[in-house]
Every structure is written in structure tokens, then in C-alpha cells.
């Protein structure tokens, strides 16, 4: 199937940060767009507003009903991702019919194959990251396309559209190590931030994992530039940049906080941006606004437009998120569910605001993933002065026996510690007064979001 055909797209899984911002971009060009997802949530409704057909049952006699028309076999493109299970009943079905059936990674390489490609990687920090270059280009008035890994609080979205449809489009996008989806992209500007290890599920030790990213880097045309905070491989040349690391070549120096926001000067080859204040809280979003900024000087924005686009960027929702502060009392989201991810959030809590209690809500994402960096995840969590979890969220996998949330209890150190259910997290909240609450993790608990702020707003 060529792309330029599809008049119909149906999305498997399409409540997905990434496979929402293609129902998008699909919806803009024209074409009917429909999907189904396990539960309905804001991303849901919000698509469903915008004219996307949405289902929640899985049924494949609501899909007859979605798509059958005389062609709908050879004009509908069905994309999937890798989050739902392999036995599908919809999936199965459209390809039992015949359908031109495609990973969402393997959409996402045709759709940017033949564009100028900036592709951000790494185990954390590349959603962040890959929205500030998108926020810095489009703050200097370079046209763009984005497909994010989260919705931008400056636009509201995870889908930023160009006029440009020509083979010199800019696209940037969040480049996904799960599964290898990555590989699927030719980047002309590759970044990686961190790789650490994760998905150990699918790569089964953290070598492998490296050898991805290897892969990856490998992955740029001809001319192509990798940035990235440390070197991959003998005979694959990058440029680094880091934060107070004076071998880097692009690096953020001189370091500071006033009135609880960071400011720093870049050094850059050629000049020194001096002053640069950050929108975003924390030394590891400095790290990310480093890296953001050595993109955009190399496609030519300029060093004013560098400065004022990254006091400007408000971040990702659910990256750091405040949501509510009255003065005695902070609530921050946050999507961290790695146990790097955790430590930079909650020392970035402590540097913020010293010395008040931090108490954290955490929902362990994955049943593997809680096993296997059970130790690294205890020493995080014990950085709070009280740890409250959730039950595991499941996501696709199916329970591991013995891997539980109560699992992390006996490493955690915190001087308070329990898992507690949703409706004892809440009556905990509403009872609080002062300190920093963090809601954390990257399963369903950003759906107690909104009903922590209500809750503290009430009081």
C-alpha cells in the first residue's frame, strides 16, 4: 500500500501517546480514522472530539461496522502497537481479511523516510527533549512536524503540523527503544540521552539493549549528526554535551537556582550563551535543555532565539507537572517509572524545596520491570520521607507469581512506607496541609490526577 492511497486508518491501541499523534496526523490529511483502546480516558474523549471514532470493546463486529464499504479491504491501513496483546481479536480479524497491517513503528519510518529526521532516543529524557527541539524550532519560525511522546504544555498536543509535505520537511519525533522500534528510522540528526537499562523483557540484559542503540546511531544518513552525553562505539563519531563537564562540547555551566528556577550558561565550538533561565525545574531538564539547544544552533536558530525558547518551554504534561501549590502545599505528577527516572524527580523535589516533607504516590509500571530493578527502585523510593504504592499496573503482561508492590517494602528505607488502595491514597491527601505530594509512574494513576486536585482545591 502506498501512503498517499490510505483513505481509512484504523488504530489498535489508539489511546497511546504515540498512536494518538498519528490518529492525528492521519485525521488532518482527510482520511477516516477510527480505533479501539481498552478504557476511555481524556486523550480518548479528547480524540473522539476531534472526530475520531472510538471505541472500547473489543468486537470485531463494531469494526464491520466502522469500515465496510465496497473497498474498505485495500483503502484501510491498520496500525497497531506493540502495548496490546498479540492475540487480538480486531487485529486478527483485519488481518484474516487481508488489511496492509503495520507496527506504529514501522508507520512512523515510512511517514519520515523521505524528510529531514530529527530523532531523539534514549531510556529517559528523550520526551522532553525531542518537545523542547520542536518548541525551539518553532519558536524561531522553522517550519515543522512533530510526533511526540507527550502532550506539550505550550501546545496542548503531541502533534505539531507543518505545511511542508515535501521531501525537505523537517519531522522530529520521539525515537522508541521498546522492541526495537527505532530501527525503523533514518535520521538525519540523532540524539541519544541516556540507556540505561530497561525492557529487559525484550532484550534480556542491558548489552543487548546497548547494541540497539549502536544500531541506532548507525541508523543516520549519510552526513548525519548524533549528539549524545557519552560515546557508543569505536568508529561511530558523535558530539557530546553534558551538564558542568568541561571535556563536552556542548555543556551547561555556571549553574544556579533564583527564585526556585535554574539558570546556566551554554558553551557551545564557537560562543557562550550566558544566562539562559530554564522553564523546567531540575539539573537532568538542564541536561535536556542542553541538548535541545545544540540541535537548534546546528539547524541555525539563534543564540537570542535559544535563550528566550528555553524560558518559554512549560515542558510535557506529566514531566514534572505542577498542579497545584497554595504555598504550604506543592502537588507535582510526574511520569517517572524507571528508578533513574524517579531519582532525578525526587532530588529534583529536594533541591526545590528544601527542607519539607515529600511524600510520594507510586504505581509500579510492569510486572517485569518491578522484579527486575526491584533494589534500584527501593533506593529511589527511599529518597521520600513517605512512600505510598499502588498495586502493580499490569500494561500487557500477565502476573509474574510473588511480584507484587509489597515486594519493595523491605528495601525501602523511608522513614513511612505502605501500599495503600486509590481510595486510602485520597483520604491521606485530603487530610494534608504542607509539604510536596508526587503522584509517579506510568500506568493509570494519572487518572487520580485530577481528583487529587479537586481534593486539595476543596480544602
Given at each position: 500500500?502506498?501512503?498517499?492511497?490510505?483513505?481509512?486508518?484504523?488504530?489498535?491501541?489508539?489511546?497511546?501517546?504515540?498512536?494518538?499523534?498519528?490518529?492525528?496526523?492521519?485525521?488532518?490529511?482527510?482520511?477516516?480514522?477510527?480505533?479501539?483502546?481498552?478504557?476511555?480516558?481524556?486523550?480518548?474523549?479528547?480524540?473522539?472530539?476531534?472526530?475520531?471514532?472510538?471505541?472500547?470493546?473489543?468486537?470485531?463486529?463494531?469494526?464491520?461496522?466502522?469500515?465496510?464499504?465496497?473497498?474498505?479491504?485495500?483503502?484501510?491501513?491498520?496500525?497497531?502497537?506493540?502495548?496490546?496483546?498479540?492475540?487480538?481479536?480486531?487485529?486478527?480479524?483485519?488481518?484474516?481479511?487481508?488489511?496492509?497491517?503495520?507496527?506504529?513503528?514501522?508507520?512512523?519510518?515510512?511517514?519520515?523516510?523521505?524528510?529531514?529526521?530529527?530523532?531523539?532516543?534514549g531510556t529517559h529524557g528523550k520526551t522532553?527533549?525531542?518537545?523542547?527541539?520542536?518548541?525551539?524550532?518553532?519558536?524561531?519560525?522553522?517550519?515543522?512536524?512533530?510526533?511526540?511522546?507527550?502532550?506539550?504544555?505550550?501546545?496542548?498536543?503531541?502533534?505539531?503540523?507543518?505545511?511542508?509535505?515535501?521531501?525537505?520537511?523537517?519531522?522530529?519525533?520521539?525515537?522508541?527503544?521498546?522492541?526495537?522500534?527505532?530501527?525503523?528510522?533514518?535520521?538525519?540528526?540523532?540524539?541519544?540521552?541516556?540507556?540505561?537499562?530497561?525492557?529487559?523483557?525484550?532484550?534480556?540484559?542491558?548489552?543487548?539493549?546497548?547494541?540497539?542503540?549502536?544500531?541506532?546511531?548507525?541508523?543516520?544518513?549519510?552526513?548525519?549528526?548524533?549528539?549524545?552525553?557519552?560515546?557508543?562505539?569505536?568508529?561511530?563519531?558523535?558530539?557530546?554535551?553534558?551538564?558542568?563537564?568541561?571535556?563536552?562540547?556542548?555543556?551547561?555551566?555556571?549553574?544556579?537556582?533564583?527564585?526556585?528556577?535554574?539558570?546556566?550558561?551554554?558553551?557551545?565550538?564557537?560562543?557562550?550563551?550566558?544566562?539562559?533561565?530554564?522553564?523546567?525545574?531540575?539539573?537532568?531538564?538542564?541536561?535536556?535543555?542542553v541538548a535541545a539547544a545544540a540541535v537548534?544552533?546546528?539547524?541555525?536558530?539563534?543564540?537570542?532565539?535559544?535563550?528566550?525558547?528555553?524560558?518559554?518551554?512549560?515542558?510535557?504534561?506529566?514531566?514534572?507537572?505542577?498542579?497545584?501549590?497554595?504555598?504550604?502545599?506543592?502537588?507535582?505528577?510526574?511520569?517517572?517509572?524507571?528508578?533513574?527516572?524517579?531519582?532525578?524527580?525526587?532530588?529534583?523535589?529536594?533541591?526545590?524545596?528544601?527542607?519539607?516533607?515529600?511524600?510520594?504516590?507510586?504505581?509500579?509500571?510492569?510486572?517485569?520491570?518491578?522484579?527486575?530493578?526491584?533494589?534500584?527502585?527501593?533506593?529511589?523510593?527511599?529518597?521520600?520521607?513517605?512512600?505510598?504504592?499502588?498495586?502493580?499496573?499490569?500494561?500487557?503482561?500477565?502476573?509474574?507469581?510473588?511480584?507484587?508492590?509489597?515486594?519493595?517494602?523491605?528495601?525501602?528505607?523511608?522513614?513511612?512506607?505502605?501500599?495503600?488502595?486509590?481510595?486510602?491514597?485520597?483520604?491521606?491527601?485530603?487530610?494534608?496541609?504542607?509539604?510536596?505530594?508526587?503522584?509517579?509512574?506510568?500506568?493509570?494513576?494519572?487518572?487520580?490526577?485530577?481528583?487529587?486536585?479537586?481534593?486539595?482545591?476543596?480544602?
Open positions: 500500500m502506498r501512503l498517499d492511497t490510505v483513505r481509512q486508518v484504523y488504530f489498535v491501541g489508539v489511546g497511546g501517546i504515540g498512536m494518538s499523534a498519528l490518529a492525528r496526523y492521519y485525521k488532518a490529511q482527510g482520511c477516516f480514522v477510527a480505533g479501539y483502546d481498552k478504557v476511555q480516558t481524556s486523550l480518548t474523549l479528547e480524540l473522539e472530539q476531534e472526530g475520531i471514532r472510538v471505541h472500547y470493546k473489543e468486537d470485531v463486529s463494531l469494526v464491520k461496522q466502522l469500515l465496510e464499504h465496497p473497498n474498505w479491504i485495500s483503502d484501510t491501513l491498520v496500525v497497531y502497537t506493540p502495548a496490546v496483546f498479540s492475540v487480538h481479536a480486531e487485529l486478527e480479524y483485519l488481518r484474516s481479511e487481508g488489511c496492509t497491517v503495520l507496527k506504529r513503528s514501522e508507520l512512523l519510518g515510512l511517514i519520515t523516510e523521505n524528510t529531514f529526521t530529527i530523532a531523539v532516543a522532553t527533549t525531542s518537545t523542547m527541539i520542536a518548541h525551539l524550532l518553532r519558536h524561531a519560525g522553522i517550519d515543522l512536524t512533530a510526533f511526540l511522546g507527550g502532550i506539550s504544555s505550550n501546545y496542548n498536543t503531541n502533534l505539531l503540523l507543518g505545511k511542508d509535505r515535501s521531501s525537505k520537511a523537517i519531522v522530529v519525533v520521539e525515537a522508541d527503544e521498546y522492541d526495537r522500534s527505532f530501527l525503523t528510522l533514518s535520521p538525519d540528526i540523532s540524539v541519544i540521552t541516556s540507556m540505561d537499562a530497561d525492557h529487559l523483557d525484550i532484550y534480556g540484559n542491558a548489552s543487548s539493549m546497548v547494541e540497539s542503540y549502536i544500531d541506532f546511531a548507525k541508523r543516520l544518513k549519510d552526513g548525519g549528526v548524533l549528539f549524545s552525553r557519552f560515546g557508543l562505539s569505536p568508529g561511530i563519531p558523535f558530539i557530546s554535551y553534558a551538564v558542568e563537564n568541561k571535556e563536552a562540547i556542548y555543556r551547561a555551566e555556571n549553574i544556579r537556582i533564583q527564585d526556585h528556577q535554574y539558570t546556566f550558561d551554554l558553551h557551545t565550538p564557537d560562543i557562550v550563551i550566558a544566562g539562559i533561565t530554564s522553564g523546567l525545574p531540575g539539573l537532568h531538564n538542564i541536561e535536556n535543555a537548534a544552533l546546528k539547524m541555525g536558530v539563534t543564540p537570542d532565539l535559544i535563550r528566550s525558547g528555553i524560558s518559554s518551554f512549560h515542558g510535557v504534561r506529566r514531566r514534572f507537572d505542577l498542579r497545584y501549590s497554595n504555598g504550604g502545599l506543592t502537588y507535582i505528577d510526574d511520569y517517572a517509572h524507571h528508578p533513574e527516572e524517579l531519582r532525578a524527580c525526587i532530588s529534583s523535589v529536594r533541591a526545590m524545596y528544601p527542607g519539607q516533607k515529600i511524600t510520594g504516590v507510586f504505581q509500579p509500571h510492569l510486572f517485569s520491570r518491578t522484579r527486575d530493578f526491584a533494589s534500584g527502585f527501593s533506593k529511589s523510593l527511599s529518597l521520600l520521607d513517605e512512600v505510598l504504592l499502588l498495586a502493580i499496573y499490569p500494561a500487557r503482561e500477565l502476573p509474574i507469581p510473588g511480584v507484587v508492590s509489597e515486594m519493595l517494602l523491605e528495601k525501602i528505607t523511608a522513614p513511612y512506607k505502605a501500599v495503600k488502595s486509590r481510595a486510602e491514597v485520597m483520604d491521606i491527601i485530603a487530610s494534608m496541609q504542607e509539604g510536596v505530594i508526587l503522584t509517579l509512574g506510568a500506568g493509570d494513576i494519572d487518572q487520580l490526577v485530577e481528583p487529587i486536585v479537586n481534593v486539595l482545591q476543596d480544602q
